[in-house]
């Protein structure tokens, strides 16, 4: 038995992901990362969105909201701030949060309300059949691109640090070990925590625009990822066509729901007159 | 000492609220609401409650849910566009049975509309404005101390049934000032949502009880289950069985249905031996009133129902009441929405609306005009 069984929701299975899909991949590396922070259990609550991503709760032991499409981070803004010591880990996908939940993900960083929220980030609406998404690159195939997509994607790590994220990582379903770590450190910020996971989508992207198999795909992070320290030494010619993964912001802020009860304490006379 | 004091509706509203163990709020500023969001920015804190102000409507709706799925009484206000925008969570809260009360100070639609007039307009859309079959119960004040003991009713019923309770204010009840005495809260009778009584390993999330109501496991406390707005079974895991599909769809019309006599809230005036009978309620109600006194003056048998459950639509109690009326009359600030209900349980052909849609109320005349057209005078 390993160590991350206790996590899993075995009523649930089978999981209904394709084969060859990495989502399953980046499911373990968060309960990796639970684990291995020896989080409480009954005080961890996964809140999820709409999409193959935000199926990922289903299977997790715990608490878990599977919410409407690109709100999972208003129902988990509520459950913090009605009860700041739960542990509030918001699984999502690349359109849940940056196309129809935007809004709330810019605000959710501007807060720097204490969730960990991980993108599942495969570049397309996998569970609609591969439409495009704002992550999907300029050029790609997709179903509702089908000349190729004219659009330029968000950086979701750019979005996240502009708009106030105090922790921000990329990660890959290759890279497992770093993402487990990105995912662990994520929780133990105290603070609105951006892991922007890239994950492979075989049937809906990859088929589409030639990328062969999940081998060639996971093959393709591996090729395409360059860790933050080798990147610092990098000239940018030599950095065209690559993405950087790793810890990438780091930064201190008030967190949203300990400000509340400063403020609480303050309006009750309790002290904190700061 | 007198503990009368003058205020508004959106104020009362807001007291009922907290007086009925209110302690989240989430929502977004808009005309004519604002004021019960203000009023809870201000005293929740005070209390130890928590106040949000998210970055849209459907953010608000969100954060309640989420909140109360924490086993806090929680709250959202909004009016006409905010109302629009909040409907697919609205239908969340019902599939996911989380008890929340959503207050709607209606204004003139559709759209913009006007902002600062009273409207009636969103009755069918407090019955209908989420998609699919669902059971709802929604409750509409006719003053400002019915505003709050409108608001104890709805957390009781949204507590007691695990649903969404809809308060349609208008924006005259909203922020009319009147002399009202509140209740002291000993007074108060409060509900609370029903705890397992099942450990948490044999604790199935959504296996209903005899009143067809599940017990309710706040998060945190070790009861691993899984809240979806997917059809889903007892254990709360999606499924596409057609039968757990009918069960549940049912169950979440029927659980309210069933206990229309115990949500049914309205007051009767002068119905024994009426021949017209107006069934009137929220802001209406009040030139409703005064249009039946001038009425008697002129000798006429006129009596009125005033409801306050608008949804359950309290059918049998209407029907009840009406059975000896030759005319029933009702004033509605819309096209004619609820007046639809009450023709199909007694009969078109008795029935008279009156409306107005032009953001102004109505005035006492007009409603008595169609009570003496109706020949209720001698």
């Known amino acids: ?274 | 000492m007198s503990k009368a004091r003058l205020m508004q509706g959106n104020q009362a509203c807001a007291e009922g609220m907290i007086a009925a163990g209110v302690r989240f709020f989430a929502g977004y500023p808009i005309t004519p609401s604002t004021e019960i969001a203000e009023i809870m920015a201000d005293e929740l804190p005070k209390l130890g409650g928590k106040f949000i102000q998210m970055e849209d409507e459907i953010g608000g709706m969100g954060a309640v849910i989420g909140a109360s799925l924490t086993g806090v009484k929680s709250l959202t206000a909004t009016s006409g566009p905010g109302f629009s925008l909040k409907q697919e969570l609205i239908g969340y809260a019902c599939m996911a049975e989380v008890p929340c009360v959503v207050v709607d100070v209606q204004r003139v639609g559709p759209s913009t509309g006007l902002a600062t007039s009273p409207a009636q307009g969103d009755v069918m859309q407090a019955r209908w404005g989420t998609h699919g079959d669902h059971g709802i119960i929604a409750l509409s004040p006719g003053s400002v101390r019915e505003a709050f003991d409108v608001a104890v009713a709805a957390v009781n019923f949204s507590e007691r049934f695990r649903t969404p309770v809809i308060v349609l204010l208008d924006e005259v009840i909203g922020h009319m000032r009147e002399r009202v005495e509140l209740p002291e809260p000993s007074e108060l009778k409060i509900v609370n949502r029903k705890t397992p009584t099942d450990p948490p390993e044999t604790f199935q999330a959504y296996r209903p009880d005899a009143d067809e109501v599940p017990p309710m496991a706040p998060f945190g406390e070790g009861y691993y289950h899984h809240v979806t707005g997917l059809m889903h079974g007892y254990s709360g895991l999606p499924t596409a069985s057609a039968a757990v599909t009918n069960e549940l769809a049912r169950r979440l019309e029927s659980k309210i249905n069933r206990a229309q006599d115990e949500i049914t809230l309205y007051t009767e005036d002068g119905i024994e031996g009426a021949d017209v009978v107006l069934v009137s309620y929220g802001g209406s109600s009040r030139a409703a009133s005064a249009a039946v006194k001038m009425a008697r003056e002129q000798g006429a048998k006129v009596g009125m129902i005033k409801l306050i459950t608008i949804w359950p639509f309290p059918a049998e109690m209407v029907m009840a009441k009406t059975r000896k009326a030759k005319t029933i009359i009702v004033p509605e600030l819309n096209t004619g929405q609820l007046v639809g209900e009450v023709e199909r349980y007694v009969g078109r052909d008795r029935v008279v609306s009156v409306t107005r849609v032009d953001g102004e109320l109505f005035k006492p005349e007009e409603i008595l005009e169609a009570i003496l057209a109706a020949g209720g005078a001698k």
């Open chain 1, 1 to 274: 038995m390993s160590a991350i069984d206790k996590y899993i929701r075995q009523s649930a299975l089978p999981h209904i992901w394709c084969p060859g899909c990495g989502n399953g991949i980046l499911l373990a590396a968060i309960l990796r990362a639970i684990d291995k922070l020896q989080l409480d259990q009954k005080k961890t609550v996964i809140v999820s969105g709409i999409g193959c991503s935000s199926r990922a709760s289903g299977y997790m032991n715990f608490n878990t909201l599977h919410t409407a499409h690109g709100r999972a981070l208003p129902f988990a803004t509520g459950i913090k701030l009605a009860n700041p010591e739960l542990n509030v880990l918001v699984l999502t996908g690349d359109g849940d949060s940056t196309a129809i939940g935007g809004n709330h993900f810019i605000h959710s960083c501007r807060r720097n309300i204490d969730i960990t929220t991980i993108i599942f980030n495969n570049c397309i609406y996998g569970m609609t059949g591969g439409q495009s998404s704002p992550l999907s690159p300029t050029g790609a195939i997709a179903t509702t691109a089908p000349y190729g997509h004219i659009e330029r994607p968000f950086d979701i790590a750019a979005l996240a640090i502009a708009a106030g994220a105090t922790y921000v990582a990329r990660g890959t379903a290759f890279h497992t070990v770093q993402l487990t770590d990105s995912v662990a450190k994520g929780i133990q910020n105290k603070g609105f925590s951006v892991i922007d996971a890239i994950t492979q989508c075989p049937i809906s992207f990859g088929r589409k625009n030639k990328m062969g198999g999940p081998a060639q795909m996971m093959q393709w992070q591996k090729d395409h990822a360059v860790f933050i320290q080798a990147a610092a030494k990098m000239k940018p010619e030599d950095l065209a066509g690559k993405f950087v993964i790793g810890e990438l912001h780091k930064s201190e802020s008030p967190e949203y729901t300990a400000e509340y009860d400063k403020m609480i304490a303050r309006v009750q006379g309790k002290g904190d007159q700061a």
